[in-house]
């Protein structure tokens, strides 16, 4: 049974999300690792999410995770986010050839009853996140209003789905799961369907 979250997760890369995904319910966003820094669109939504629902960091417990740890912090300030930390267990990822700089399992490479201990543990000593927006559970964006709108599954989609994410504000690179759980994240149903048929 996965673990259910309300906070959005943030992590390194793709191949954390891959992992995390087969954890836990709920958004999670990736920095890309250092691209953060400079990716403004990456950025702002970072902000977004984190008043919306809050963040989860979970980064690999090296230097760099630290890094990009810290660095998401203060972007959002500290009071929208929660701190989970995997253990510094040394070792290699199976994917990857050589051990990583400092020679330590990141993310993807502890076992799901560290990530988890990591997320529960961060979660039941983090208060209560209260949305900015105040929003209330109501009926979710899903894949068939992505293809319904056009900007999935259908011709020109790709195309259609780039300009409203510019116009939203929003990270061109989103998978299609990243994105439907961004839009569930910050947008309601009809506010994005009004906001969709005015373009």
Not at 39 to 55: E, N, P, S, Y
Not at 81 to 92: D, H, N, R, S
């Amino acid at each position: 049974m996965k673990l259910t979250l309300h906070r959005a997760v943030v992590v390194e890369g793709r191949y954390d999300a891959a992992r995390l995904a087969n954890l836990v319910d709920g958004t999670i966003l990736t920095t890309d690792g250092f691209a953060v820094f400079k990716d403004k669109a990456m950025q702002d939504l970072l902000k977004r999410t984190a008043r919306a629902v809050g963040l989860i960091l979970l980064t690999d417990s090296d230097g760099a995770g630290f890094r990009i740890r810290h660095f998401v912090t203060g972007l959002v300030g500290a009071e929208y986010v929660c701190q989970a930390y995997v253990p510094a267990i040394p070792g290699k990822e199976r994917r990857k050839d050589e051990p990583g700089k400092e020679g330590i399992l990141g993310v993807e490479g502890v076992g799901d009853e560290w990530v988890l201990r990591a997320l529960q543990t961060a979660l039941a000593a983090a208060p209560e996140h209260r949305p900015e927006n105040g929003r209330t559970a109501a009926r979710p964006i899903t894949y068939t209003d992505l293809y319904e709108w056009g900007i999935s599954g259908g011709p020109a989609s790709a195309q259609k789905r780039r300009d409203l994410l510019r116009r939203l504000g929003l990270p061109p690179r989103l998978s299609k799961r990243e994105l439907l759980a961004v839009l569930n994240t910050l947008y309601t149903y009809e506010s994005l369907d009004a906001f969709i048929a005015q373009m």
